[in-house]
């Protein structure tokens, strides 16, 4: 029998296998195909005070080894997510992990306290999606923005914060640095890597918003490179993510650091590829008579 | 995996083996699956199959494949090639086991009694409407038009179906030489038809305005590029009158009028 438990700040994970936010719904949708009860943490699609209704199609396009996304951030809300998709999620034996998307930091602190009123007691703060004209990135991208946000959020909210980092700055560390300063619980990165693509018959871009996210195994070396250059920056622990598809993938992102690892893009090729990964972790630990996941955690040799 | 909101032992993520995957004309293939599992949830026309068409990541995604035909062993799925997905399918062969998902999404209602179903096809879109004209079979008038011979289909199966079919193709190198649009002047609205289509987007839009124009109600399928086809990854969002729309979950079929072209 292998340990696979972990900790990230308040949040007792059985396993460090959760979804990424934007990739497995409210986790209705995949219900049916995976035992929610299973996962180490579900975190759901983010949710703003009003509902957004996202950005014109096309939407998505694939890419070698990828997939540009520029949703938008499509949502129902806050008082939708609380009223009905709150109590389905409940039900399941899993941390529930709330990803928060503002346009201000009053929104934020908002979202935070209304989701701690409800009970919920670990949220993550997206200041990294490409995709939005306000808010999202521009947090992440500026070490002032990020600052104050995080400071504020900290004041307004008891449960583990995690802040979700961009990968689109010139030294990763030191938005890392600044979220444990200002009182983050951990860490999660990458975000999708703004990207694009274009139609060369209609010499058009392939997606409505002109550029996206990239996601999927394209990134996963550089969402690795990331991870592994945040764990020497920080004490806090790390959600690792960038083009997790398998097992391996995801053991790879524990030695370099990781205490915990999101399946994105993954999702969508298979929706059991969650359950696989995380059997294939414990698979990996029996074969290696490795007891704890915690022997694995920055266990790189370099 | 098992469908644990109905709490019954009915797969909709399974593994099928590829029986056949037969070159019908140009670009266009049949593609007959057998499920490895026996309790494989039993498809409606319009409803739609996410197919794993490579271990590798190029391409990363399943692709979304309108149910052709399909029996209690036998799942049919009708493409054409067109990308680089439907590439790499066309070269599949005997079998071969692939991971399918499905079936997704709603599918045609059927029409009231008083309605006379009014199927048009363009294109490959005869793939998704074939299952509803079986099930109607000379209850309703067929339109089913491509460009050239080469993109007909099945047609020997559709005339052993329905009386009532128009075939056109636009340069007149079988049937009659028309756009679907323009077989469909020749009607007459006498009837109270109910619309039923798919095909492309820009044929869709025009059929949406001649409903509008002739007062026909009716109900369309539509194509978007989707990730997950579960209504997760809101990739394949259409406006509506409504808002965006997920046209693997609210969708493929919606009602013609509630599209907003």
Redesign the interface.
């Known amino acids: 029998m292998v340990n696979t438990e972990v900790t990230i700040g308040k949040l007792t994970l059985k396993n460090p296998v959760m979804t990424a936010s934007g990739t497995f719904g409210y986790g209705e949708e995949y219900s049916e195909f995976v035992d929610l009860s299973r996962l180490g943490a579900l975190v759901v699609k983010g949710i703003s005070l009003k509902p957004m209704e996202g950005n014109p199609p096309p939407r998505i396009s694939e890419t070698p080894c990828g997939m540009l996304n520029a949703i938008g951030l499509q949502n129902i809300g806050l008082k939708k997510f609380i009223n009905e998709k709150l109590p389905f999620i409940k039900g399941f034996d899993t941390c529930l992990i709330v990803n928060i998307l503002g346009r201000t930091i009053d929104e934020y602190v908002r979202l935070s306290t209304e989701l701690e009123a409800s009970g919920l007691s670990a949220i993550e703060l997206n200041v990294s999606c490409p995709n939005v004209k306000s808010g999202g990135i521009e947090f992440g991208t500026s070490q002032k923005a990020l600052g104050r946000l995080t400071r504020k959020v900290r004041k307004a909210f008891k449960g583990t914060l995690i802040v979700k980092l961009s990968p689109k700055v010139s030294d990763i560390r030191e938005f890392a640095r600044l979220s444990e300063a200002e009182g983050a619980d951990a860490i999660s990165l990458i975000n999708t890597v703004p990207a694009m693509a274009i139609n060369i018959k209609t010499r058009m871009p392939v997606l409505s918003n002109v550029t996206g996210g990239l996601s999927g195994p394209a990134i996963k070396p550089i969402a690795l490179r990331m991870v592994w250059e945040v764990a020497s920056a920080v004490k806090i622990p790390i959600i690792g993510m960038g083009g997790i598809m398998n097992a391996s993938d995801a053991i790879e992102f524990i030695l370099a650091g990781a205490t915990g690892v999101a399946v994105g893009t993954s999702n969508f090729r298979n929706p059991a590829s969650v359950i696989e990964i995380i059997d294939g972790i414990e698979s990996y630990m029996r074969e290696n008579g490795i007891k704890h996941i915690k022997e694995l955690i920055r266990g790189i040799i370099c | 995996?098992k469908?644990?909101?109905k709490g019954s032992n009915i797969f909709?993520?399974f593994k099928a083996e590829v029986k056949d995957n037969i070159e019908l004309n140009k670009n266009h293939f049949l593609l007959t699956l057998s499920p490895l599992v026996e309790n494989i949830m039993m498809p409606a026309g319009g409803q739609f199959y996410m197919l794993?068409v490579s271990t590798l990541?190029?391409?990363?995604?399943?692709r979304p494949f309108s149910v052709f035909r399909f029996s209690e062993n036998r799942i049919q799925i009708l493409y054409r090639v067109r990308g680089k997905g439907t590439a790499i399918m066309s070269r599949i062969n005997s079998g071969c086991v692939l991971?399918v998902?499905g079936p997704l999404g709603n599918s045609y209602p059927m029409p009231p009694k008083k309605y006379t179903p009014l199927i048009v096809a363009g294109g490959i879109g005869i793939a998704s409407l074939f299952s509803l004209i079986h099930c109607l079979k000379d209850k309703s008038v067929v339109i089913y038009g491509a460009k050239t011979k080469s993109e007909l289909c099945m047609l020997d199966d559709l005339l052993g179906l329905v009386s009532g079919l128009t075939v056109c193709t636009d340069d007149g190198s079988y049937g009659k030489k028309a756009t679907v649009l323009e077989a469909l002047n020749d009607i007459a609205y006498d009837r109270d038809y109910l619309l039923y289509s798919c095909g492309p987007k820009e044929m869709l839009r025009k059929l949406a305005q001649f409903t509008l124009k002739k007062g026909l109600k009716g109900y369309i399928s539509l194509e978007?590029?989707?990730?997950?086809g579960?209504?997760?990854?809101?990739?394949?969002?259409?406006?509506t009158k409504n808002?965006?729309k997920r046209v693997c979950k609210e969708g493929t079929v919606f009602p013609i009028q509630d599209i907003a072209w």
């Not at chain 2, 579960?230 to 406006?239: E, N, P, T």
């Open positions: 995996m469908d644990n909101i909709r993520h794993g990541y190029d391409p990363l995604m399943k991971d998902i978007e590029t989707m990730a997950c579960l209504g997760a990854c809101l990739g394949c969002a259409v406006k808002g965006y």
